[in-house]
Structures are given as C-alpha cells and as structure tokens.
C-alpha cells in the first residue's frame, strides 16, 4: 500500500554514467568510511584488494573506433536478492526499507553468497586485516572491523542511517531528505551519483529511475536491482534526465 | 579452554557439514557467533567538524574534517570552498591515510656513516644546517640549490626568501605543465608592465571544449575542479549539453570520456589545430568583428621599413591545407570540417593545450596555434573562454630592505645548477623531482655533499638526504590557499590546524622561521615573523585594503552577489583589517566571484595594442636569440613568428624502436606523488592486476606480433636505456603506440620495490626550438620479452 511509503522508504542509487569521470574518489571514500582493509603489494597483485565500491573498465571495439566504458559497482542492493536466499545463517538479508544488510559477525565464511551475487560485489576477508603504525587511529567508529573468514560487501553506509534515524528521533522529527547518504555519493566531484527514497514519487531518485537514459543491471535475473544508471547522453544534445 | 571465534568455527564444522540442508542448526551457529563476537568499543568521543585545506596536491581544495574525539576519521569536500563546492578527488579522499601513514617520518634524522639514520633534536638538527648555509655563504660561492614541489603559496615565498637573505640563492619549483601554454598568451595577447598573469579558463561557461592532448580528468589544473566542471558540462539541470573533442594518440580516460576521441599523430597536435584552423578561414566562421577590429597578423601586413608580411590567414590556407593537415596528423579532412563548424557553431568555445602536465609542457608553436584559435572565435577574455588573469595570491609584507623573491620554474636551469657540483641541495616535497630526472642526473645528487630533506614520509628524496626535517600534512598546520592552476576567480584561503602535529614534525613554515632566527642578522630581518599565523595575518592587510570580493559563502550567495554585482552594487562583508582577518579565519577565505563578460577583451597590453598572431615580442625574442636577421626571406621569417607547426619529435632507426611510447599520467599519482599510499595504490590500475607495480600499455596488434601476453615482464628499449615492465595488452588502444605510467610503486618504505628503474631513464626529451624547455612527450622504443 502506498499509503505506507511515508514511514518506510525503499532506499536506492542512481548513477548517471554521462557525468562519471571514473576518478574513483567514490571508492577511496568508501573504503576510508568503512575501514575498508588495504593489501600490500603482493595480496593486491593476487587481486584480493576488497571494494565494496568499484570501478568497472570496459574496453570496447578495435582502433580507431575503440572506447572504454566506465561503471561505479556498489552492491545493487536487489530488491530480491540471491545472495540472501543462499546464506544459511541469516547474516545476510534485506531490511524492510530495502538495504540488503550484511551482520559481519553472524557471518561463518561459507561464501555461498559471494557465489550467488551475479554482480561479484561480495568479498572474502582471506587475511587478518592489518593497520601498521598509526593507520588504525583513522578507523571510523561508526563501522566495525572485520576479521578473517567473513564476508563483506557495501551496506549503503547503513551506519549513516541509523546515526541520522537516531537524530532525528532525539529531536522528534521524521528524517529529512538527504539527512541520510552514503560516503560514495557524498564525495562525488562531478554529482554524477543521486541516493534518496525510491519510493517517494517527488524525490529526485525516482524521477531520474524514471528517465529514458535509466536501466538496471542484469535485469533479466529479476533481481530488481535499486541501483539504477543512467546511460550517457547524446553529444550537443539538450540535457535530458 | 579459551573459546574463540576461530577455535569455534572449527569445532563446529563438524555440526555445519552434518546439518548442511538443515537451515536450522546452521542459524544457531551464526546467532552463536554472533554473541562470541567482540562488543564494539564504545563512542569514543565527540563528533565535530572542522575545515582545512587538501594538500596533497598543489591544487588546494577545501576540506571538511569529521573527528570523533579529536581524531580526523575521514575527509570530504568543503561545500562553501569555491574551487570544488563538496567534492574532493580520490587524492583528497586519501588524505588520512597520509596523515596516519605508518611511514611518517615522526622526528629530525641524521645520516650517520654506516649505522644508518640517527635521531636528532630539532635544535641541533637547525643548528647544523644554520652552520653549513652560513659556511657556504661565507665562502661567497652560491653553492646552494634548493627546489620546491610545493605548490604557490606562503611558505614557497618564505622558503623563496629565505634563501635569498642566507646568500642569494634561487628557488626552484617544479613546472606545473601549464608554462608553455602561458607562455604563448602572454606573447600573444601581452601582459601588463611589471604585472605577473596567470592563464586562467573559464571552462564552467564553454559551450564547446576542444582539448588537444590535455589529460582533463587525470589531474589537468585542480582535479576536483576539473571533475566538477564535467559534470556541469552533462547537468541535466543544464539546457545545453557542453561538447567535448579530445585530440591526442592515447586512448586516455579524457580520451574515452570525450563526446568524440579524434586519435591524433604524435607531436602533430598543433597542426591538427591549424587544420580548423584552415576550416574556420575558408568557410568563413571565424569571428570577423573580433579578428578585423582587435587581432594583429591576420592579414598581410607592411612594417615601417616597407616591407611585406605575409598574415595568418596567407599562411595557414597556403601551408595548412586540410589534405596536408589530413596526412600530418592522421585526422580524416571531414572529421576536421565536422569540428571545426561545430567548434565556431557559437558562443563559449575555447580549445584548450597542448597536453599540460610537468613533464610534458609541450610545444610553444602548438599552444600558439591552439590559442589562434581562440582568437578566431573571439573569446579571449570571454565567457567560457581563455584569459590571462592577475595572480593575488597571499604575499609576504615588503621586506624593508627590499629584496625580492626569486623563484624559478626552468627545468633547464635547474639541471644547470645541478650539474655545477652544488655542496647543499634542500628537497622540499620534491620527490616529483626524480621522476623528471634521468638516472645520470640522480646519480650526480648522491657526489652533492650536504641534501637535506623537507618531507612527511620516507620518500625516495629520503634515499639521497643528509639530513631529513619532518614536515606536517595540512592538517596539523596553518595552511594559506589560493587560485589554482588555471582556475578563472582570485581566491585567498586559510586553514587553522585541525590537529597537533604528529610526533615532533614541524609545519616547514616555521622551521624557516626559527632557522631564521636562528641565522640572525639580516636574515632574521627578512623573516621577522613569530609564527605561520602572524605571517598570515600580517598578509591578510593588503587584502583587506582590496575594496572588492567576499568572503566564502554558499553557492547561493554567491549567485546573490553576482546580481548584485551587475546592478552595480558591491557590500563589503568587513569595515576594518582586524574584522576581515577574523572574517576571513572564520568562513575560511576570501574570493572574487566577478563573472567573464560576455563579449571578448577589446583591448590588450600588446605593442600593438591588440591580440597578436604575430607576436612582437616572439619576434624580439628570436632576434636577442640570434635567429632573426632575416636570413631568410621575409615569408620564411614570418612563418617563425606566426602560430605554425614544428616537428621536434626525435626520430629514431625505425626498425630497432618501431613503437612511439608516451608517458602517462594517473590521477591516483597526479604529480608524481602519493605511491606510498595503499588506498592510492589500490585504484592505480583500471584494468586490475597492476597495483603497486610499473607496467606498460600494447595494443593487441603489436603484443600479438611481440607474442607478448598481458602479465609478461617484457624490456622497453629506447635509444638512451631500457627498463623492464609488465605488460598489459588494452583493447582498442592505438596500434604503434604503447603507454607507461610515469609512475608506479614506492621506492622507499615499507611497501617498496627496490632497485626499479625509472621511466625517466627510457626517455628522449625533445626540446623546445625557441623556449629550450625539454619535454618527454613521446619517445621510439622496441618492446620485447624479458
């Protein structure tokens, strides 16, 4: 029922590739918001660097007529997600404004899930994260640390919803709109990346999902994907969402 | 028995393969895990956030710091900083990881024979460099070098100062990259007696962006105002989308995020240019008003001895023939028809380069054919256009004895001075330095007795240092901002320290400082300031004398005071020096958002008052060099002065080096620095699989023919070196020619690859015919399994 939209909202992403630059300042924000372990050279080159947020590059076409398409991944936060359905102790699942949730320490390391994302935006801690020296003292306390042998993956900042929730309620007020984004939309230089409620018809979300330019990833699963992109626009054209 | 989270799980495993189908149990062990998992610590303290300014690049963006019980926990961008409004690049996002890095160095070293690096107080560490600069300067010799990687700012004109009351010595500060283009306007459209301009664009405004060769979004002028002016170029907010074409060889992320990739021969930029050039004339788009009433050189003229000159437009439809150009560059002759009437379609075009980065400033004959185009479609000094705009950045209060500061950003004279056996060199945030240097000239720095080194973490400048003075990052100092590179407003900006310096570092303001005090007699005179922040206060007087500008405010503001501005009214936020000092602490800065005219500069401090395609100046410049006397014939000379196009690409034995290799730049690594930093490290490789490496970029076509596969350790040979990289084969990329980062891994620290060359030892730098600057743009290697 619409009716109670005004007290759930259904939480979603849209990225308009026409704007990206692919400077990546979305994944280096993510990463420091949610102390995201970094590898050294060697776990790096091996390619076990985790990003709840990544660049996608796409090289496409043979010279002269050759491009590379860029595409910012976050976890799609499905509104019928497969990796919830797979995971055997609940430690992931989807909440009812729609964030597909990840509780790190229910997490036993089965990685049944990591299989089941059609995205591949769940990663395994293969090592004990380390802070050498002082980098530990940048950690953020809003987010745990996660040991070796659990899964991993973006949580749309959830810790930012429940600190703005709670704020909120101290002050007797429903929360406002754009009280409550993620680190990755907060940094984006070129305001290519819009967070708000699917749900709300007026909020810019939900126009922009709306948009001729807008699709899903891997519709065709039926994962109902609430990331939406917008695909990017024509050369000296009008502006159009 | 201790029960922990692993012990469990391996006790458990029995029960989870047993009950494999059976949800049930399987969710007792997770909620049990669940209970066995550590409490999170609680709240360790306040929430509060503090501004300051992003020194990571010279750019200077401004920063919100969140800390939680005094610590920084993460960083975002300032929304009332003009430059970049919110946003910060990934360089910015990684501040902390500078800040905490595990690498800092933490205390004053000492090099000490073979036991390695030894602690030293602050005092003696002062008072042993005090005691070789006095010895030097004793001994009359200038035997100093010092060179600066720090952006404009207070402490360079310090630094700037410093050196000049200890003994006259000159300051070197590494190129930006925009020097060349600069160069050429100020040839072109003049500059004002004494005045010192920088080339500013105001790109926010064009309507159609022509950049030849310039890498726009991998750290070109101040990233995360470059980043956020793309996207307001494809705001759907916007009525009209912004074009933009890209020229260049290298199949780029500017490449590849342009409306259009015109692949482009190397070294032929400029006569790609001349090429719309030739368009613009025959099919009249050019602005006729602007060029008849305000350009000089654009038809053939006669001079006051009777002879005559051959004009632009003679020029470029004899010599820059579209089949011509066709040939040169390799741009199909209706690709250059398309752009050209698309370009001079209407107002706010403005082509932009040669590529501008410091390691390739480029061609002066290509930014001037670049800029001749910017005369063509009349928005010199236009909205969405190219201008040269007064620097006011912060300056230090007159010195009483009037000395100035001199500060020099030739590479040339720098490697002179290096090559003159110097017996101190002071490094301050220089390590980009290395990388500009070929491993002859690196070698030399080691036989240079006495290096100190100003810098926050063990760099590879640390590996040829006597001496290392620990530096702070921005956020545990005062920091002074202002106008970026290329960047269309003045801005002034100030920061107080978010927090203590880590461990005993020291802002290297104000070690000067106290060296200078230290120094006494004149030199204490010259830098006669307590602290950073009397510095800053006492430059903040000549500001507030400036009857114009506002303090930072919201975007709405801003839009405010320009109608304000346009009806003819300007409010002052401040009435005395002692408000506008506490105005300008407490919003952060100071700026001049005045808006670009909609109509074209009409006047210009040229000898002949206007814009010059024939430069006066350029034609001095070559007569004091010795070029002129006309040798020639007259159209011969003329050909030397007006925008044209030279072929300075050294060529090679075509069948040992048949690949042209080009430098590239990251944006992770945007001025060659930041490779000790993990989350840097890790967004180094777009394709995966090269972090914390050096490898080099084949087309499939040419590894193919090398049988060379992506992950191989191939040798890429030039005429001068070879150095050995990993390979990795990019779809789509230009055949015949391969890229290499200029950068890559550390080589010092914790997480260094010692003993890698680099690529500056590969390459051929071209020079310039006329301003003698060297560029690396591109250079013939063969490439082959190692």
Known sequence: MKGARLDMPRWGMVIDLDKCTACQACVVACQVENNVAFMGPSEAQRGRAIFWMKLAAFPEGKFPESKVRFMPMPCMHCDDPPCAKVCPVDATNITPDGIVRQIFSRCIGCRYCTTACPYTRRYFNWYKPEWPGESSMALNPDVSVRPKGVVEKCTLCHHRLQNAREKAISEKRPLAPGEYIPACVESCPPKAMYFGDLDDPNSEVAQLSRSSRAFRLLEELGTKPKVIYLREGERSGVNRS | ?786
């Open chain 2, 1 to 786: 028995m201790k029960l922990d989270r692993r012990r469990f799980l391996f006790l458990s495993g029995g029960v989870a393969t047993g009950a494999a189908t059976g949800r049930l149990s399987l969710k007792a062990i997770g909620a049990f895990n669940e209970a066995l998992a550590p409490e999170m610590g609680a709240f360790p303290g306040d929430e509060k956030f503090a501004d300051s300014i992003c020194r990571m690049c010279p750019g200077g963006c401004g920063v919100r710091v969140r800390t939680v019980g005094d610590r920084p926990v993460k960083i975002d961008g300032n929304p009332l900083y003009p430059v970049n409004r919110s946003g910060v690049c990934p360089r910015g996002q990684a501040l902390l990881q500078w800040l905490y890095h595990p690498d800092r160095v933490m205390r004053p070293q000492i090099r000490n024979g073979e036991k390695g690096w030894e602690s030293v107080s602050w005092d003696k560490a002062l008072q042993l460099m005090a005691a070789k600069l006095d010895k030097v300067s004793s001994a009359k010799q200038k035997r100093v070098v010092a060179v600066s990687g720090r952006g404009a700012g207070l402490t360079r004109k310090l630094f700037a100062r410093f050196l000049h009351a200890s003994g006259a010595n000159m300051l070197f500060s590494l190129p930006t990259g925009m020097e060349t283009s600069e160069h050429a306007l100020q040839l072109m459209a003049g500059r004002t007696n004494g005045g010192s301009e920088r080339m500013a664009y105001d790109l926010e405004n064009s309507s159609c962006v022509l950049n030849f060769g310039c890498d726009l979004l991998e750290g070109w002028g101040t990233p995360a105002h470059t980043l956020r002016v793309f996207g307001q170029w494809r705001d759907t907010n916007r009525a009209k989308r912004t074009t933009l074409i890209h020229f260049d060889s290298k199949l780029s992320i500017s490449a590849a995020r342009a409306d259009q990739w015109v692949p482009t021969r190397p070294g032929t930029l400029g006569t790609a240019a001349l090429g719309i050039a030739f368009v613009l004339l025959s099919e009249n788009l050019y602005d006729g008003e602007f060029v008849d009433d305000n350009v000089f050189g654009f038809n053939d003229w006669t001079d006051t001895a009777g002879r005559s000159h051959v004009g632009f437009r003679t020029l470029v439809r004899e010599e820059y023939r579209l089949s011509r150009v066709s040939e040169l560059t390799g741009i199909p002759p209706a690709t250059l028809v398309k752009i050209a009437r698309e370009f001079a379609a209407g107002r706010g075009a403005v082509a932009i380069g040669p590529t501008q980065s410091p390691g390739q400033p480029g061609k002066l004959s290509d930014a001037m054919a670049i800029h001749s185009l910017n005369a063509l479609v009349g928005n010199i000094g236009a909205r969405g256009g190219v201008a040269l705009v007064p620097t006011d950045g912060w300056e230090l209060p007159a010195d009483a004895r009037g000395t100035e500061v001199t500060l020099s950003s030739s590479m040339e004279a720098l490697e002179t001075s290096l090559a003159g056996s110097p017996e101190v060199l002071i490094l301050d945030q220089a390590e980009s330095l290395l990388d500009l240097l070929s491993a002859a000239q690196r070698e030399k720095l080691r036989q240079i007795p006495f290096v100190v080194t100003i810098t926050t973490l063990q760099d590879s400048t640390t590996s040829y240092a006597t001496l290392i003075l620990p530096d702070c990052t921005s956020l545990e100092s005062w920091v002074d901002g202002q106008a970026p590179t290329a960047y269309p407003h003045e801005v002034l900006s100030i920061s107080e320290p978010v927090i203590a310096p880590r461990g005993e570092s020291k802002p290297f303001g104000d070690t000067l400082l106290s060296l200078a005090k230290i120094m006494g007699g004149s030199i204490t005179a010259a830098l006669p300031w307590k602290d950073l922040p009397e510095v800053l206060q006492a430059s903040s007087r000549r500001v507030a004398q400036n009857k114009r500008g506002y303090l930072f405010g919201t975007e709405v503001d801003e839009h405010w005071q320009r109608l304000l501005e346009r009806g003819g009214w300007w409010t002052s936020d401040w009435t005395s020096e002692e408000q506008f000092w506490t105005g300008i602490k407490e919003n952060g800065g100071w700026w001049d958002p005045v808006s670009w005219a909609a109509e074209p500069q009409r006047s210009f401090p040229t000898p002949s008052g206007r814009f010059e395609l024939y430069s006066h100046r350029l034609e001095e410049w070559l007569r004091q060099q010795g070029k002129g006397a006309f040798s020639g014939t007259v159209r011969d000379w003329d050909r030397q002065v007006l925008p044209h196009s030279d072929e300075v690409l050294v060529s090679a034995d075509s069948e040992r080096f048949p690949l042209l290799l080009h430098p590239s730049d990251q944006l992770p690594f945007f001025g060659n620095n930041g490779q000790e930093i993990a989350y840097l490290q890790q967004i180094s490789s777009l394709y995966g699989g090269m972090e914390w490496q050096r490898w080099v970029e084949l087309s499939p076509e040419d590894s193919h023919e090398r049988g060379i596969e992506s992950g191989d350790l191939v040798w890429v040979e030039s005429a001068v070196g070879k150095v050995r990289r990993v390979a990795l084969v990019v779809e789509g990329s230009t055949p015949g020619t391969v890229i290499a980062p200029r950068t890559g891994n550390p080589t010092t620290g914790r997480w260094a690859v010692h003993g890698e060359q680099r690529l500056a030892d590969i390459l051929v730098p071209v020079l310039d015919p006329v301003l003698k600057t060297r560029s690396s743009m591109a250079t013939y290697v063969n490439i082959y399994k190692a």
